[in-house]
């Protein structure tokens, strides 16, 4: 293995034990000795290739980013279902976001970083809701949409995929009509 596979390896395999202590543990009481024990890593190895346990998060965050962004940019943003089918599928690649969403304190740190970065994600998808729309229709849709995909995943993904996306398009389309 390469030593860019090597890092690469290595940094999944700690995020992923982050995300599982995610589902035990509030943020706050993770340390880096369980995310090292639950990795099956040595110290040295987290600490190689990250400096904190929110350095974890930043790359966990960047990783979802990216791959949302290549994702989006070969889709129709135009079209809700496609939007629709491109959320669930989302949260099935990255379902650590449903647990990051009922702790404060990294909801927070996500907010941020979207801030941060929203102009790469806005430019792909504006146009996804009319620009008449009202803001607090948005918003509600949203965290609609947020929730049954939390569900989902701390479900582990007990109804298909297209069931999920058949129950979201029709209760956004019901509000539509």
């Given amino acids: 293995m390469k030593r860019a596979e090597q890092v690469a390896h290595s940094r999944k395999i700690i995020a992923d034990a982050l995300f ?17 024990a639950e990795a099956g890593v040595a110290r040295n190895t987290f600490y190689r290739n990250f400096s904190s346990i929110e ?17 989006l940019m070969a889709h ?8 629709v089918e491109w959320r669930v599928n989302f949260a099935r690649q990255h379902p650590y976001f449903a ?18 970065n929203q102009s790469r ?36 993904f007990e109804r298909e995929e297209q069931a999920v996306v058949d129950f979201i398009y029709s209760k956004l389309r019901a509000d539509k009509g």
Wanted: with cysteine; net charge negative.
């Fill in 20 to 36: 599982r202590l995610f589902k035990k543990y509030d943020y706050e009481k993770i340390t880096v000795s369980q995310i090292t």
């Fill in 55 to 71: 350095d974890i998060l930043i790359y966990m965050f960047e990783t979802s980013v990216d791959d949302a962004l290549k994702t």
């Fill in 76 to 83: 129709d943003n135009s079209n809700s279902r496609v939007m």
């Fill in 99 to 116: 647990y990051i969403h009922n702790q404060p304190k990294l909801w927070l740190m996500v907010e941020q970083y979207c801030q941060e």
């Fill in 121 to 156: 994600i806005c430019d792909l998808l504006e146009g996804t809701h009319n620009s008449t729309a009202d803001p607090f229709d948005i918003i509600f849709e949203q965290a609609g949409i947020n929730a049954v995909l939390a569900h989902w995943v701390q479900s582990n």
